[in-house]
C-alpha cells in the first residue's frame, strides 16, 4: 500500500453522526469480487438526493472526509473502507469511530484521525463555509492543521499502526519483511516434517 507521511488536500464536511457501513457502502455493493470500482458505490443511496455534499462540485476532488461522532459503526464490511479509498478519500477525521472500522482502515492505509468534538466542529465550519480550505495532516508528528489560519490539533495513533502507515505496509508487506527466514524455514522443514512412507 501506499505510505502516508504528509497528507495535504480540500476536505468534504459530511456533518452527520452515526454514519454506518451499510450507509457507507449499501448491500447492493457487496456482490462486487473485485476490491476497486467501489467508490461509486460510496453513500450511492444519499447521493440520489442532489444536495447531498458528496454531488457539491464544489468539494469535488476531496481526499479528506470529516464527520461526526461514531463514523464507521455497524457491520464489519471491509467493503467500507475499500469504498472510501477508491472515491479518492486518504484520511477520515471525526470525533470517534467504529472499532472495526477504524482496524479495518489502518490495514489498507487510510487513516482514521481521531480529534475532539468541538475541534472537528470548528473544521467543520471552516470546511463549509470556506471549500477551499487546504488542511495538512501530518503523521509523523501526529498533527491536523490548517496553515491559512494558523489552527493546529494534535491526535494520538497506536504506535505500531503509525510504524506500517508510514512505512506503507500492509499485513503481506510485514510478512515479506522476514521472506529471509521464511524462505530459510521451509528450506529445512522437510528435514525434520512428517513423513507418510509408501508400502
Known sequence: ?????????HAL?????????????????????????????????WRQDPNFVLNSRQFA????LIARENFGVGSSREHAVWSL?????????SPRFGDIFRNNSLKVGLLPVQLS?????????????????????????????????????RFAIDPTAKARLLAGLDEIGISLTKESKIIEFERRRPVWAPRVLAR
Open 1 to 9: 500500500m501506499e505510505p502516508i507521511t504528509e497528507l495535504r488536500g
Open 13 to 45: 464536511p459530511l456533518a452527520i453522526s452515526d454514519v454506518d457501513t451499510d450507509q457507507i457502502i449499501p448491500s447492493d455493493w457487496l456482490k462486487r469480487v473485485e476490491r476497486t470500482g467501489f467508490g461509486e458505490g460510496l453513500f450511492s443511496e
Open 61 to 64: 476532488g476531496s481526499t479528506i
Open 85 to 93: 479509498m477508491d472515491y479518492g478519500f486518504r484520511v477520515v477525521i
Open 117 to 153: 468534538a468541538d475541534e472537528v466542529s470548528q473544521l467543520l465550519d471552516l470546511v463549509t463555509e470556506h471549500p477551499a480550505t487546504e488542511i495538512l495532516v501530518d503523521l509523523e508528528s501526529q498533527r491536523v492543521s490548517v496553515p491559512s489560519r494558523s489552527i493546529e490539533y
